[in-house]
């Protein structure tokens, strides 16, 4: 009997096992993949159709065939698909949470990487003008501004967030967590008597930490920092400087979307708001004449999230009075009074 219950949980362990190891090779071939498939991928088509393509039709191209890919492995090799990419419908209030969230989200990712930025871009400024600023920006950063617009929308701020979030926030984010919880020690015992350990603040405040770190906010900087590396291409000095950060903060907040919803689909609303806003700056929809750019964020989008900050406020205050004016019922009103 003892036998066939060992037997059982290694059978367990292994299904486990089989399943973060299969989850997190999926991520990396498809990363690899696409990263192969965008730069290479124009060699093998003939030159009479790369003529005719400019670089987002191309990236575009691209991005479909690693999504179908991606997707087509991962229904055909793992055991539960929907579960391990989080492919489930948000609450409704998750939902609006994230249209909320998104305008705060996008300013204070670019207002946080251009002051990590700002010592590089000041002195590219003083050594050669805002002519060696653009440039630096390289062909990916004209070609927001300078392509067709629709082009851009469907390429920027529909297909490369679902790709990317797909995998970053889908299986990858699904893969690290589920190695995180294979190490986490939550049955270990004490390494000394409980009668020589005082509880204190502090302590609790090192448990809840490691509470956090365990339950997903590790994984979140993981699969954040992993999502900035992808953006470190394309771009040089400051301007490269600042993407990679923007890309780590919007990393930052997807992950926490992932882990606050459950499911894959806030990310993807996230990141495809944020990009719109990114693009809207940068073909600059959002200035007028009265309202310029503050930091490099259209002044519209600094109200906005200000609006934005006071709505999840306003709403987090009344959640809070609601629950505090339910009734309470005490213990003895659950005993049963009769004999």
């Known amino acids: ?78 055991r539960t698909p929907r579960v391990d990419l989080g492919l489930s419908l948000p609450r409704i209030t998750a939902a609006v949470s994230m249209l909320l969230w998104a305008p705060v989200a996008y300013v204070l990712s670019s207002k946080l990487a251009l002051e990590i930025a700002k010592p590089t871009l000041l002195e590219e400024l003083a050594r050669g003008g805002r002519r060696l600023v653009e440039q630096h920006t390289g062909e990916f950063g004209r070609s927001i501004t300078e392509a067709e617009a629709l082009l851009v929308v469907i ?39 409980s009668d020589f350990i005082t509880d204190s603040p502090l302590l609790r405040g090192f448990r809840r930490l490691g509470g956090w770190l365990s339950g997903g906010l590790l994984t979140t900087i993981v699969t954040a920092s ?44 996230l990141h495809v708001l944020i990009n719109l806003m990114g693009v809207a700056n940068a073909r600059s929809w959002l200035v007028t004449e009265s309202l310029g750019n503050k930091d490099t964020v259209p002044i519209v989008l600094w109200y906005g999230a200000l609006v934005c900050i006071m709505a999840i406020g306003g709403w987090a205050a009344t959640r809070f009075v609601l629950d505090h004016r339910r009734p309470r019922t005490s213990p003895s009103s659950n005993v049963d009074a009769n004999p």
Not at 66 to 78: K, M, N, Q, R
Not at 226 to 249: D, Y
């Open 155 to 193: 390429w920027g701020v529909l297909l490369a967030p679902l790709a990317e979030e797909l995998v970053f926030r889908g299986a990858l984010w699904t893969a690290v967590q589920r190695i995180i919880d294979r190490f986490r020690k939550t049955d270990a015992p004490a390494s000394l008597p």
């Open 1 to 78: 009997m003892a036998l066939d219950e060992a037997e059982g949980s290694n059978g367990g362990a292994q299904m486990e096992r089989s399943s973060w190891l299969a989850l997190l090779a999926i991520a990396l071939v498809w990363l690899l993949a696409e990263r192969l498939l965008a730069r290479y991928g124009a060699l093998a088509l003939p030159r009479s159709i790369t003529q005719h393509l400019v670089l987002q039709s191309y990236l575009a191209i691209v991005q479909i065939l690693s999504l179908v890919a991606g997707l087509g492995a991962c229904f055909l090799i793992l």
């Open 226 to 269: 992993l999502f900035a590396a992808l953006h470190l291409s394309g771009m040089e000095g400051g301007a490269r400087i600042m993407r990679v950060s923007f890309a780590f903060f919007v990393g930052i907040a997807a992950g926490m979307a992932r882990h606050a919803t459950g499911t894959v689909l806030a990310p993807i609303a």
